[in-house]
């Protein structure tokens, strides 16, 4: 049975005072962001778009699927195998793919990334290919994008328990904000500021005294809002231990 590895996948807008890569007058950004998702669909849907990589030319790929914002794909690796035969070493071209499941719908932004070692060696691989190639033609849109893995709020908790002595700081960064899903979990002044402001990364942070330590409970609805709010957006959360220099 096949597995997959959960990504999720933000937009910003690119400023409107770098004209060299728009060939024509841009909407406003609000109009971008709103139209982001019906972009990201045309992009996918054109027959003359190619996947590459910042190191190769291209990778081939073919649409399994497109209906109402999702998008099943194959994406192939191009490799060479040698084997010997008649003790003459040849080389056999070799093409292994790899399924990638996007939910484009409203709302939703999730990428699935079948793990298949002999295609790729691991999804994030596949998932910067993605990245390079939809950043360079979201370009044309005024838009880039950025993906990173998902994980759950879970996990935030598991760690704090593994560590007696407690956590002095907490630190949440959380990227232009886009995700309606993600803003039900997220204090609305930070949501709200980033926008207004354009903030490509909000810090919030948590800090004891160096004497104390922090008070971090799972019961603490606007404390998980904000765990809940950087799993679902692949952000990172930093913590520094008590101890720990």
Sequence with gaps: ???????????????????????????????????????????????????????????????????????ILKIANNKQLHFEENFKKKKHD?????????????????????????????????????????????????????????YQKTEFWQLIEQYPKGVSMVRFHFSYPNLPRVYDSINSLISSQSKLTNS?????????SNTEQLSLSNENEQLNGLVAASAKSGNAIILKMKGHR
């Design 94 to 150: 070799h093409s292994p793919s790899c399924f990638v499941i996007i939910d484009n719908r409203k709302n939703m932004q999730h990428i699935a990334i079948e793990e298949d070692p002999t295609a790729f060696s691991t999804t994030d691989v596949v998932k910067n290919i993605l990245e390079y190639s939809l950043c360079k033609a979201l370009k044309t849109f005024g838009l880039t994008i950025s993906i990173k893995k998902e």
């Design 200 to 208: 490509k990364d909000t810090i919030f942070e948590l800090k004891s």
């Design 1 to 71: 049975m096949a597995s997959y590895i959960l990504y999720t996948y933000q937009f910003e807008p690119l400023s409107n005072e770098n004209k060299k890569l728009f060939q024509s007058s841009l909407p406003t950004i609000s109009e971008r962001m709103d139209r982001k998702q019906e972009y990201l669909n045309l992009i996918l849907s054109n027959s003359n778009f190619k996947f590459k990589s910042a190191k190769e030319g291209g990778f081939e790929h073919l649409i399994k699927y497109n209906t109402d914002g999702i998008i």
